[in-house]
């Protein structure tokens, strides 16, 4: 009788350890989920002002030094007036920014970026 009762409360401790290690878990998993989702409303209030979502790409040894892709659509941009100082904080390999930007109507600096004048830049999170 003794033996039985030991070993259901082995069973039970046992069982009890592991579910507090899957509430661990399952915290965490939402946490992440909270983050990604406030970051998606945040990128849909920022879309709504006029912005774009992009990163920032570093090109070495080429005409234009700096090129955004842009996130939804893949384009790749040459911001011809990124070197101004105002921008200095964003020029960075693999940035992630909101940017506003004006097309332009000139030769392309690189063979497959489009020019581009920059109107506003905000870093993005995440």
Do not use: V, W
């Not at 879309?47 to 659509?73: M, P, R, V």
């Amino acid at each position: 009788m003794l033996t039985k009762i030991f070993t259901a409360s082995l069973i039970i401790l046992f069982t009890s350890c592991s579910s507090s290690k899957n509430t661990k878990q399952e915290a965490e998993n939402n946490t992440m989920n909270n983050e990604q989702s406030e970051n998606k409303i945040m990128d849909a209030q920022i879309i709504n002002e006029g912005f774009h979502l992009g990163e920032i790409q570093h090109l070495k040894n080429s005409k234009c030094e700096y090129i955004i892709i842009d996130l939804a659509t893949k384009a790749k941009f040459d911001p011809i007036n990124i070197s101004e100082k105002t921008y200095e904080a964003f020029r960075k390999d693999t940035q992630k920014i909101y940017y506003k930007y004006r097309p332009l109507r000139m030769m392309n600096r690189c063979p497959d970026a489009n020019p581009i004048s920059l109107i506003e830049i905000k870093k993005r999170e995440g």
